[in-house]
């Protein structure tokens, strides 16, 4: 079966780092998406990756690695308004995209 | 605001009842789809629209009737439901059906089943 793994919660604080994986065991792969999802909003875009290795935008990077199966974000100097949900979603090699339960990210002050 | 907007956003209706969620993009995109979200897992996949023909139905139960009458509009019929249809349920868009495409949401429909 298809299955994306993503940790559940996790809690950082403040102006600190997190890192937030996520690892897949797909039939194949054709990209992979990061979305952020506040309580009770819209999903919204964060990014893609398709190739391996780091992609930054802002304070929010990606990063993958084809090989291991195997994904990041890296959120820097944390905000208060960061605490949401992250999803995970892979493209297998039919072209559906598989989505992860999300991780659920609390910033304390 | 993405762009995509639903209504109603909170819904509770009892299982004889009959409502209907709706969905309107303004994106221009010619794709459009409806999630089931429950919480702690991952989002289900229901039915995909490519300009106003279906393209995709993944195992959904009858209760659960899609309509699109335009690229721009989607709907929702329900009829008949369980308790554990209870979910958020969420409408999104992307410029093509392709799934490499970035998928705009809209803020869901909250449905209660009582």
């Known amino acids: 079966g298809q299955n994306i793994d993503q940790p559940t919660e996790m809690t950082a604080t403040e102006g600190a780092i997190v890192q937030i994986n996520c690892t897949y065991q797909t039939s194949g792969f054709n990209g992979l998406f990061w979305y952020q999802q506040h309580a009770g909003e819209a999903p919204t875009f964060l990014s893609y990756n398709v190739l391996d290795g780091l992609e930054e935008k802002g304070r929010f990077s990606s990063f993958l690695s084809r090989s291991k199966g195997y994904s990041y974000l890296l959120l820097k100097e944390l905000q208060m308004k960061d605490s949401a949900s992250y999803l995970c979603?892979?493209?297998?090699?039919?072209?559906?995209?598989?989505w992860g339960a999300g991780t659920k990210l609390i910033i304390k002050p | 605001e993405t762009g995509v907007t639903q209504t109603p956003r909170h819904l509770v209706m009892g299982m004889t009842n009959k409502k209907s969620l709706k969905c309107e993009q303004h994106?221009?995109?010619?794709?459009m789809y409806w999630y089931k979200q429950s919480a702690k897992k991952p989002l289900e996949l229901m039915f995909v629209y490519s300009l106003e023909e279906r393209v995709e139905n993944n195992s959904v139960p009858s209760r659960f009737s899609p309509e699109c009458p335009n690229s721009s509009h989607l709907f929702l019929h329900l009829h008949t439901l369980q308790p554990e249809d209870s979910a958020l349920y969420l409408c999104?868009?992307?410029?093509?059906?392709?799934?490499?495409?970035?998928?705009?949401f809209g803020p869901g429909t909250r449905l209660t089943v009582t």
């Open positions: 994106l221009g995109h010619n794709a």
């Open positions: 999104a868009s992307s410029q093509e059906v392709a799934s490499s495409y970035e998928q705009y």
């Open positions: 979603a892979v493209i297998d090699s039919n072209y559906q995209l598989i």
